[in-house]
């Protein structure tokens, strides 16, 4: 093989690796983030010191569905970022009724729910643009309860990953 052939494979080598390292970085900043859970509010479902990864794309394409955990800015706070689950969407009435989810007046199926009683919550229909987002341990949890209906435009995108610690790795469900 001769000189130029060589430098060609070289430069040819160059541009692969430094478009797999474009690609990464691309992916990293703008698809994908990592968080860290501090708190107990999503119990069982995730625990503080879970490391988590966020598609941060996944509300640019469809609307959130309900069971989806998504991160998002705290509406009072949006320097803050939060972390729940969620339960009603857009036109849906919700309420909480004797420790049961119920929209549209039925009874949601809540197997990640961590065991408890809850307080009431009134029942009311979200507004378009709107969403309720509770923890999965909801007695730990300030949520839509708290502070009110989620405006979906503070949302920065969809937990799907457990990565730390390595004994938890999984899909979040």
């Given at each position: 093989m001769n000189?130029?052939?060589?430098?060609r494979r070289?430069?040819t080598?160059?541009w692969?690796?430094?478009g797999?390292v474009?690609l990464?970085l691309?992916?990293?900043?703008?698809?994908?983030?990592?968080y860290?859970?501090?708190?107990?509010?999503?119990?069982?479902?995730?625990i503080?010191g879970d490391?988590?990864?966020?598609?941060?794309?996944?509300?640019r394409?469809?609307?959130?569905?309900?069971g989806d955990v998504?991160?998002?800015q705290y509406p009072?706070?949006?320097?803050r970022?939060?972390i729940?689950?969620?339960?009603?969407?857009?036109?849906e009435?919700v309420?909480?009724?004797?420790?049961?989810?119920?929209?549209?007046g039925?009874?949601?199926n809540?197997p990640?729910?961590?065991?408890?009683?809850f307080?009431?919550?009134p029942?009311q229909?979200i507004?378009q643009?709107?969403?309720?987002v509770l923890?999965?341990?909801?007695?730990k949890s300030?949520?839509s309860?708290d502070?009110?209906?989620?405006?979906?435009?503070?949302?920065?995108?969809?937990?799907f990953y457990?990565y730390?610690?390595?004994s938890?790795r999984q899909?979040?469900?």
């Open positions: 000189g130029n052939k060589k430098r070289l430069v080598a160059a692969i690796a430094g797999l474009a990464v691309f992916a990293r900043f703008a698809l994908v983030k990592p860290e859970i501090p708190s107990n509010s999503m119990e069982p479902t995730l503080p490391r988590v990864l966020v598609n941060k794309f996944s509300y394409l469809w609307a959130p569905n309900r998504v991160v998002f009072k706070d949006p320097d970022v939060f729940k689950r969620v339960i009603g969407l857009e036109g009435k309420e909480i009724k004797d420790s049961k989810v119920l929209i549209n039925q009874p949601m809540e990640y729910l961590k065991e408890g009683l307080p009431p919550f029942a229909v507004p643009g709107q969403i309720l923890g999965d341990n909801r007695n300030k949520d309860r502070w009110g209906l989620l405006p979906k435009q503070y949302l920065l995108g969809k937990a457990i730390w610690p390595g938890r899909l979040i469900q």
